[in-house]
């Protein structure tokens, strides 16, 4: 079963604009990790975000988690064509799983 | 460092035949997953070693498929007889354990015909 659902499902904007994607999730988290998918190749992990923690930051990507909501959102700045890809979000339960569950993704497409 | 390796890339079979994929985690990496990808949706998690024992295979169907990862390192997962809907993308991944971040293989892209 999957827990995260990514908002939207596509998302197509210009080189330079920001990109926000969603995820929500049903049960009580250790952590939320965001992952990039390439055409064609593995996931690449992208960032962590611990169920105590907020907002978390890494280069041009900001990612913030209200456990309250059981929501996350991932925002990335300054878009480029490179950042096309599909991203998803995975929820590592509470309870002693290692088992992440992982959503459906959201396809961000940039165009130069 | 050099990243999870899995091979073959691709692979085409009819229906009822079997077929088996290989993968090497990174060196080091106690914990190894197989995860099924359908296009269009985010990977499934089928089973997870750790070291040379199963931690979780509650969604492996285990009539058909099968894994084993001999000295705790490289794992083969194996499909006998295969059928149409197990058409998906088969991805490897490691992690060093626990809660860490898991890093992913290019998968193996499996077409049943």
């Known amino acids: 079963s999957q827990q995260g659902e990514e908002d939207p499902q596509a998302l197509s904007i210009q080189e330079g604009e920001n990109a926000t994607m969603n995820c929500s999730y049903k049960t009580s988290i250790n952590n939320l990790q965001w992952y990039r998918q390439n055409s064609g190749r593995g996931l690449v992990h992208l960032i962590l975000i611990r169920s105590n923690e907020r907002e978390k930051h890494s280069g041009r990507l900001r990612v913030t988690l209200d456990t309250s909501k059981k929501s996350s959102s991932l925002l990335i700045t300054a878009s480029r064509a490179a950042d096309t890809a599909s991203y998803f979000c995975a929820t590592l339960p509470q309870g002693g799983s290692e088992k992440l569950v992982f959503g459906k993704g959201t396809k961000l497409t940039v165009n130069p | 460092e050099a990243g999870v390796a899995q091979s073959p890339r691709y692979k085409i079979i009819e229906k009822r035949q079997s077929v088996a994929f290989w993968c090497n985690p990174i060196?080091?990496?106690?914990?190894l997953y197989w995860y099924q990808q359908i296009l269009g949706q985010g990977p499934k998690l089928l089973i997870q070693f750790q070291n040379n024992g199963v931690v979780d295979d509650s969604q492996l169907p285990k009539d058909r498929f099968s894994a084993e990862r001999l000295k705790g390192v490289d794992s083969t997962l194996k499909i006998q007889p295969a059928k149409l809907e197990d058409s998906a993308v088969y991805l490897c991944a490691s992690s060093v354990g626990g809660n860490q971040p898991q890093h992913f293989g290019d998968g193996t892209r499996l077409s049943i015909l």
């Open positions: 060196s080091g990496h106690a914990t």
